[in-house]
């Protein structure tokens, strides 16, 4: 089945500063989801990705689909409190509608 | 407004006892989903349905035990068979899509703990 390997698994950064959070899968990714998370509450969906060499951009958040589509990035430019959470990355595999996720990216933003 | 609705936010069980989380959406999504959340970890797939009364085992089902019997409705039982039942769960729901795939919508969670 589809694993998807995310890292780092924490990463504190200091307000203002870029960050990028890496999504590896071990198969080809047809369908491949950011969502961030506060802690103790629901996921809300950040960005989907489809095409090999996709790219797309909402605010200061950039997410990227290598061309090989076994590879994802997540991108924050200027980094600021807000973007505090957990970010994880989904994927569709394994058979149709079965969506997997990793383990999830901690992301502390210091002041 | 539409959504994805769980209950309850807390629960409590006694050890031997099953329990059973509520998960309502009114999107009209065909494809529902059951997760798993451990301190510092991601989401583990527990089960999913594609449609009406049928439904595939996740990544780690045993344990659990779920039904589908109404489109809006996806409920999920923690059986005494779950060994290390504490923990978040997460119900998502999203359209059934035949060539592309679409983004799921998830609840706010159900923190079940036992005690």
């Not at chain 2, 349905?49 to 999920?76: C, H, M, T, W």
Request: proline share 3%; glycine share 10%; with cysteine.
């Amino acid at each position: 089945s589809q694993e998807l390997e995310q890292s780092p698994q924490s990463l504190i950064v200091q307000e203002g500063k870029n960050l990028t959070i890496n999504c590896t899968s071990s198969k080809t990714l047809y369908g491949l989801y950011w969502y961030k998370q506060k802690y103790g509450e629901g996921l809300i969906f950040l960005m989907m990705l489809q095409k090999g060499g996709e790219e797309k951009s909402h605010e200061k958040i950039t997410a990227k689909l290598d061309e090989k589509k076994q590879q994802s990035s997540l991108h924050i430019t200027a980094s600021q409190p807000s973007h505090a959470g957990i970010y994880l990355c989904g994927a569709d595999g394994g058979g149709a509608q079965k969506l997997v996720f990793g383990q999830g990216t901690r992301l502390t933003i210091n002041p | 407004d539409g959504g994805i609705t769980q209950s309850p936010k807390y629960l409590f069980r006694k050890e031997g006892q099953n329990v059973t989380l509520s998960c309502e959406q009114n999107l009209n999504h065909d494809a529902m989903y059951w997760y798993r959340q451990d301190p510092g970890q991601g989401l583990r797939l527990i089960y999913y349905s594609q449609i009406v009364n049928d439904f595939q085992k996740g990544d780690i089902a045993e344990g659990y035990s779920v039904s589908r019997e109404k489109k809006e409705s996806f409920p999920l039982t923690v059986t005494s068979a779950q060994k290390n039942p504490t923990a978040f769960y997460l119900c998502a729901s999203r359209i059934r899509g035949r060539q592309d795939n679409t983004e799921a919508f998830f609840g706010q969670g159900t923190r079940l703990t036992v005690v």
